[in-house]
DNA sequence: TCTATAAATGTGTTTTGTACATTTAAAAAC
DNA sequence: GTTTTTAAATGTACAAAACACATTTATAGA
C-alpha cells in the first residue's frame, strides 16, 4: 500500500513524570540527560518511540531501562507538540505519570542507575517544556487522588493510617481532622486491618492495614467525595 | 543542529470526536473518508500535523475546514499509538473531543460540508480504532460532565432548566428527580433568570436562563458533585 | 507506678441529599 | 368566562454525610 503523500513525518517521544512519597514529602525522580544539547542537565526519564511498539509500551519500556522499575501505576497524561519544544528537530511528547512506592526502589535506583530523588519542592531547573510537564502531572496527582483511591500506590503494602493521612495531607499541603480522616477511610471498605502495629512513631502504635486489591479494582469509584471541598485544590 | 539518529519518524494525526444535543438526543458528527482505504466510510473528522503547528492549532484548523465550525469546547483525550492502527502507515493519533450547540451550525453543515449527525446509539461502524476513540470519548464526557458544567457546551445561550435536565439525562441515561435536579442546578450560582418563558413545551412555560460566563470560567469546579451517585456511570 | 504522646473512638451540630407532595401559570376545551 | 389539562415551580420532612470538637486508650520510658 502506498504511504500518504506530503505529509510531514516526525519523532515520537515518551516523558514520565515519577512520583514517589519518602513518608513526609513527594518526590520526583529525574535523571541526568546524556546527550547534547543540555547534556547533564537533570530532565524527566523518555525516550523515543520504536516502529514495533506501542506509547504504553514504550514508556514501560523506557522505565524499565532506566530505573529497572516495572509493573507500576502508569497513566497517560497529555501530548506536548510546541513545534520548538526541542530545539534538535521537531518532537511530540506523550507524557506519563507515574506513582510507584520509594521504598521498594531506592537501593537499586542508587546503586545502577543514575537516576536521583528530588523533594517536588526543590527540584531543579528542567530541560525543554519538562517543568510545564511535571506542573501538570502535579494538578493531575491531586484531580486523581481527590476521585480515586491512587495514593496508595506511593505507599508500602503496610501501611498505617496515620501514614495514610499524612500522605494525603502533603499531597494537598493542608491538614485533615484525624477523626473524620480515619471515618472516611475506612468507611470505604477498601481496607485491611492488621494484627501488627507499627511503634516506630508513636508509644501505643498505630495498626498497620493492607490495601484490599480487589475491592481496589472493583471499586476504583470507591474515594468519590473523598476530599472535602476538593475545588480548592484541584485546578 | 544535528538530528537525532536513528530513530523512527512517523505520522502525526488528530481525530475529533464531536457531540451535539437535538433537544433529545446526543449526536455525534462524522464525515465521509476521502482517499483509500476505505474511501466512502464514515469516519471521526482528522487530519495530518503540520510542520508549524501544535495539536491544538491542528485540530482547530481541521474543524473549520471540514465543518467551517471555530472557537467551540475542544479538549484533548488520549493518543492511540497501536503500531498497526493505519494499514497505510505508522501513524499516531492524538484524539481530541468536542462540544458544540448543534443549532448553531445545522444549516451550514449540511449546505457547504459533507458532514453528518448521527444519534449516538445509531452511529454506523467506523474506520480504525475510532469506534474506540467514541468510546472513550463518551466515557470522558460522563466523567467530566459529572464533576464540571461543560453540558452548557451543548445547548443554545438561552436554555429552560427542564431541557437542561432533559440533557442530563440524555447523557447519563437515567432520570432525575425535578425538585432536586432544579435546587442543585441553581444553587451553583452559575445561571442568570430571564424574562421570557420557552413556551414551545408547556402551556405554562419554563423561565429561560443564561449561563454566567464570568461565572462559570471563574467556578468551573462549581458541579463537583453534581451527579448523585457518579460511580454508577462514570467507569 | 506515673507520665507523656500519639492513636483511636465518641458525639452533637450543621449541611446536603433524597423522596414525595403541593401549588402555580397559562393554553385549550368547553 | 369558566373549567380542564399539563408541565413548571416550589414546599417540606426525613435520612445521610460532613464537620468540629472532646474523650478515652495503649504503651514506652521516666
Not at 507538540?81 to 507515574?98: C, G, H, I, L, M
Not at 493531575?140 to 503494602?157: C, G, N, V
Amino acid at each position: 500500500m502506498n504511504r500518504y503523500s506530503k505529509q510531514t513525518r516526525l519523532l515520537l517521544a515518551i516523558d514520565c513524570i515519577i512520583f514517589g512519597f519518602d513518608g513526609n514529602d513527594i518526590k520526583l525522580l529525574l535523571v541526568k540527560r546524556s546527550l547534547e544539547p543540555e547534556k547533564g542537565k537533570w530532565n524527566l526519564m523518555g525516550g523515543f518511540l520504536r516502529a514495533d511498539e506501542n506509547l504504553k509500551e514504550c514508556a514501560n519500556r523506557v522505565l524499565k531501562q532506566l530505573t529497572g522499575i516495572e509493573g507500576v501505576y502508569l497513566e497517560q497524561l497529555r501530548t506536548f507538540s510546541k513545534p520548538d519544544r526541542d530545539p534538535v528537530e521537531r518532537t511530540v511528547s506523550v507524557s506519563y505519570f507515574a506513582l510507584i512506592d520509594i521504598n521498594k526502589y531506592e537501593k537499586q535506583l542508587n546503586h545502577e542507575y543514575s537516576a536521583e530523588w528530588f523533594l517536588l519542592a526543590e527540584k531543579p531547573k528542567l530541560i525543554f517544556d519538562h517543568d510545564e510537564m511535571v506542573k501538570l502531572a502535579q494538578k493531575q496527582l491531586r484531580y486523581k487522588a481527590s476521585l480515586h483511591p491512587i495514593l496508595f500506590e506511593l505507599l508500602p503494602e503496610k501501611f498505617t493510617i496515620p501514614q495514610l493521612q499524612g500522605l494525603y495531607e502533603g499531597v494537598y499541603d493542608t491538614s485533615f481532622e484525624n477523626r473524620n480522616f480515619s471515618r472516611k477511610v475506612l468507611s470505604t471498605g477498601l481496607l485491611m486491618k492488621q494484627k501488627e502495629k507499627d511503634k516506630i512513631n508513636s508509644k501505643k502504635g498505630a495498626f498497620f492495614y493492607k490495601l484490599d486489591k480487589k475491592k481496589y479494582k472493583a471499586n476504583f469509584q470507591a474515594f468519590l467525595n473523598f476530599i472535602p471541598n476538593p475545588d480548592k485544590f484541584i485546578m
